[in-house]
């Protein structure tokens, strides 16, 4: 298979694949992290977190099971071979939410609207793209290596899995596939029974997918001759990527997360088709549109300060237990739940 279709093009299927039933779950689905903080903060509905629970314990039974039956060796992938800043992730985590709650939605939500006709998640898509950039090589470039440099240590996987195993003697597998089996169950039992059946199956979706891309970037890296990233979904400098990919796709190879962008914006589109049909939406007003270009700088600039968004610290990293990754997302919870306050109640009237 590597031979007739290469690796490049093969990391890029891989995400293709996987971003496809991304971008169904978040319209089918409803998986959505905005909306899994609103739900609990204003809605007092927990069904989403449960949902969430679920794709994170699928994502770290799949993942951790690899593992012990010898797929893969997760303190290869990109999670758990860099030390990254903690400054960073609390920072840039912040600035995600924030941004996420302006825009109205994070990187992965914002390419399953575009998918269904809505041209102000293409700005904000352009946007986050742009300012990711920045951050990473362009005019901001200086300033994350000063404050928030990342460290390789391939020599002992960052994560909290192997730190356990180290000192009580069980494998980084079993410790992993048993909270993963734990939070699945605790979610089976708290989802609500008229769409528990439908949460899990999402949820489940959401989990199969991000390890795939975990297995699938491993196997690649495994049986190619490539130097080859071991990775998952993340819809931040992807974004970019898939942007510059349209411009210079003959002398830029593909990637496993241009397909990832690629697949959620398609999935988007087949899902808006099945559930309501695909319409056009933009702006109401221009105050509407600062607001979420806004965020949509923030969300470019705070995930690559966090080394990853609401998925791609939230699932792919945190599916893995990655040192940072319970740093980012707490922070992007926090940094979302003061945007929505602000939107919905104000400062006047907060407590």
């Not at 993942?63 to 400054?87: H, K, P, R, V």
């Not at 240590?153 to 089996?181: C, K, N, T, V, Y």
Request: charged share 10%.
């Amino acid at each position: 298979m590597l031979d007739f279709v290469g690796e490049a093009r093969l990391m890029m299927l891989v995400g293709l694949s996987g971003g496809i039933v991304l971008g169904l779950a978040a319209r089918l689905g409803r998986f959505c992290t905005l909306g899994m903080i609103e739900d609990v903060h204003y809605g007092r509905d927990l069904d989403r977190l449960w949902m969430w629970a679920v794709a994170l314990g699928v994502a770290m039974l799949t993942s951790f099971g690899a593992e012990a039956a010898g797929f893969i060796d997760l303190g290869q992938t990109i999670y758990l071979s860099n030390q990254y800043s903690i400054l960073g992730a609390v920072f840039g985590g912040l600035m995600f939410g924030y941004g996420m709650a302006q825009a109205g939605n994070c990187g992965y939500g914002v390419l399953a609207r575009l998918g269904g006709g809505d041209l102000r998640a293409f700005v904000i898509a352009l946007v986050m793209g742009v300012s990711a950039y920045a951050m990473i090589g362009g005019i901001l470039s200086p300033l994350r290596a000063l404050m928030f440099s990342t460290t390789p240590r391939p020599e002992a996987a960052q994560g909290f899995a192997h730190l356990a195993s180290d000192a009580s003697g069980l494998s980084a597998s079993m410790i992993g596939g048993l909270l993963g089996a734990s939070l699945v169950g605790l979610a089976v039992w708290k989802l609500s029974p008229p769409r528990r059946g439908h949460r899990l199956f999402w949820g489940a979706m959401v989990g199969l997918s991000v390890s795939s891309g975990f297995l699938g970037t491993a196997w690649i890296a495994t049986h190619g001759f490539e130097a080859s990233q071991i990775g998952s979904h993340t819809f931040t400098a992807p974004i970019g990527d898939t942007i510059r990919y349209a411009m210079f796709s003959s002398v830029m190879a593909p990637t496993f997360g241009i397909g990832s962008v690629l697949g959620v914006v398609i999935g988007g589109f087949v899902g808006s088709l099945i559930r309501d049909g695909f319409r056009w939406e933009a702006c109401d007003d221009p105050r509407e549109l600062k607001r979420q270009m806004t965020g949509g700088g923030l969300m470019g600039v705070g995930a690559v300060l966090a080394a990853g968004c609401s998925v791609g610290q939230g699932l792919s990293a945190l599916s893995l237990l990655s040192f940072t990754a319970p740093i980012v997302a707490m922070s992007i919870w926090i940094g979302a739940w003061i945007g929505l306050r602000l939107l919905i109640v104000g400062l006047a009237s907060a407590d």
